[in-house]
């Protein structure tokens, strides 16, 4: 099967990116509620007993061993194969594998949670119920996700330059919250808590979190 062109965008350019990425987003750019979101869904899910964690979109794997200094059984997923290295070499005590959340490879209701850190919003909106329907297959009952991602009103963006000026090929679409939270419902996922956060100058992007739990009965609503 052919991988859709937007995959390969995304993976090309965070490869391309990759060195420079970790150099300028180290973990402790993530500010004290990213942290306290991400203490949160590690509470919940602890106290669930579900099962592991998988970190999709992990990038160089710092919020990876941040939910297993957590106490988390953790691991990452990446599209990008040089973030992997990355991930690897900085963290060898940790699994790390390339895929795509589009198809993971990963069992039906096998992760007790679920973390997509700002690596939803490449995907074309046509393509998100498909992804949320992937994180809700690869959930137990009683399961959790944590989203977090930027906001906009229907932006498209379409740069040609990404970290320390290399050059990308990935688009962004930047949707407002309310339709996020309806698709994270409509696969079939309980939002729990939500945080938004808009630009503290009123410009630029806003971003929110969504902490959602899967059906304890494990029925899709789609």
Do not use: N, W
């Amino acid at each position: 099967m052919t991988e859709p062109a937007f995959l390969a965008a995304v993976s090309t350019s965070y490869d391309t990116v990759a060195d420079t990425y970790v150099e300028r987003f180290p973990v402790s750019r993530l500010g004290p509620l990213g942290h306290a979101m991400l203490r949160a869904f590690a509470e919940v899910v602890l106290a669930e007993r579900k099962g592991p964690v998988a970190d999709v979109g992990c990038g160089p794997g710092g919020l990876t061993a941040e939910l297993a200094g957590h106490g988390l059984d953790a691991s990452g997923i990446d599209l990008s194969p040089r973030m992997i290295e990355l991930a690897r070499a900085a963290h060898p005590e940790l699994p790390f594998a390339v895929g795509s959340m589009t198809a993971l490879d990963l069992p039906d209701g096998g992760l007790g949670g679920l973390l997509a850190h700002f690596s939803t919003h490449h995907t074309p909106p046509d393509q998100l119920p498909g992804v949320f329907a992937e994180f809700h297959r690869t959930l137990a009952p009683g399961g959790h996700l944590l989203l977090g991602t930027h906001l906009g009103q229907d932006e498209h963006l379409r740069p040609t330059v990404g970290y320390g000026g290399h050059p990308v090929s990935y688009e962004s679409y930047l949707v407002p919250g309310e339709r996020i939270a309806a698709l994270i419902d409509d696969a079939g996922l309980t939002v729990v808590a939500r945080l938004d956060e808009p630009s503290p100058d009123g410009a630029g992007r806003s971003f929110a979190y969504f902490l959602a739990r899967k059906d304890a009965r494990g029925v899709s609503r789609r």
